[in-house]
């Protein structure tokens, strides 16, 4: 017996999806073509249109569908204040605290020798070109927590200080080896305010 | 701060997906378009081709491309019995076992008066009319033994005696409670030797 090829096709591009197993990726695909052909329909579509317009914001490297993001274009926010993160998810975080209104700088990950993820991958050059535009005053790191984090961190904090900047890091309210993205906003909050210099 | 739209519209949709909640949608989005845009191009070609294509075998009920599948036109099969499963992963499962070489009904669910499923969500009729051919002699009820599947053997079984079919159940091998597609490939070989009249 033969499980149909694009049945089959389906299932081995669910698996691409983190976290999906060949057990899931069957479960899935036997759901959406059972019970929600328009759910299939609209994932497709929703691929399609992510992969052909998501891009990175010039400026802060978030995900955006325009030149440069609407945080970014903000004339609201604090222009002397750059807030590095590692994600648009603690980007989220962030926000919600309601404690910061500067700009943003998105890595887009951490640096990771092990897994070969070095400078070039978290865009520190283009991170470097943001910081040293002449507007940005002090630079506050919010990176996660973890042994990852911390040398991400680190690493940009001697950079940045080589080149005169003020640099701060979310002070450590946020629990030793917690992820942003998982932490309670008040911590958040707490640890933005206690924010210190490296 | 507001995440681009396209990138809304993915995570929205990727929660269409069975046991994705609001988290791991947006870890899947981002981690799409951050690191594999080729597997979600690949996804969504591979959502909009079953869509597509995939429809039900108009013989045995299960997934296929063609208007009969592969399994049912098979002319090396014994199609004096017929084997009742609930999904197309039941009956990879029974095929698996090499104990078999019958043809396949695939009811593609459950009796669940509960939640709504009737006699015309299992496609009941379709059944009756495959079952009453003049060339099946033996109806082996493959449902699972949980409560909804016992329900469903019984049902079945009830209508198809009432036209004089014998109908029989895999043995009580299959623990009780258990469910046919985590069962080990011997215990089920096992049932199926000794699957009896009902």
């Known amino acids: ?6 049945l089959e096709f389906l299932t081995e591009a669910l698996r691409r999806l983190p976290g999906v197993g060949p057990k ?3 479960r899935m695909a036997y759901h959406l073509m059972q019970h929600d052909r328009e759910g299939a329909s609209l994932l ?3 691929l399609s249109q992510a992969v052909e317009r998501v891009r990175h914001c010039a400026s802060c490297n978030t995900f955006t569908e325009h030149e440069v993001c609407e945080t970014c274009l903000d004339p609201e926010r604090d222009a002397g ?3 590095v993160v590692e994600t648009p998810a603690d980007q989220l975080m962030i926000e ?3 404690t910061y209104k500067g700009l943003y700088f998105v890595l887009m990950g951490h640096l990771s020798p ?8 978290i865009h520190l050059e283009k991170l470097v070109r943001r910081a040293t535009d002449g507007i940005v005053q002090e630079v506050v790191l ?19 200080k080589a080149r005169g900047l003020k640099v701060s890091r979310l002070a450590r309210g946020v629990p030793v080896g917690g992820e ?19």
């Open 1 to 6: 017996m033969k499980a149909p090829t694009s």
């Open 24 to 26: 899931s990726a069957q």
């Open 44 to 46: 497709g579509r929703a």
């Open 81 to 83: 204040l750059l807030c």
């Open 96 to 98: 919600q605290t309601m």
């Open 114 to 121: 092990l897994d070969g993820i070095g400078p070039r991958d």
């Open 142 to 160: 919010a990176t996660n927590f973890t042994n990852e984090g911390e040398a991400t961190a680190h690493y940009i904090s001697e950079t940045l």
């Open 180 to 198: 942003l993205e998982y932490v309670d906003a008040g911590t958040i909050a707490r640890a933005m305010l206690d924010r210190r210099a490296t």
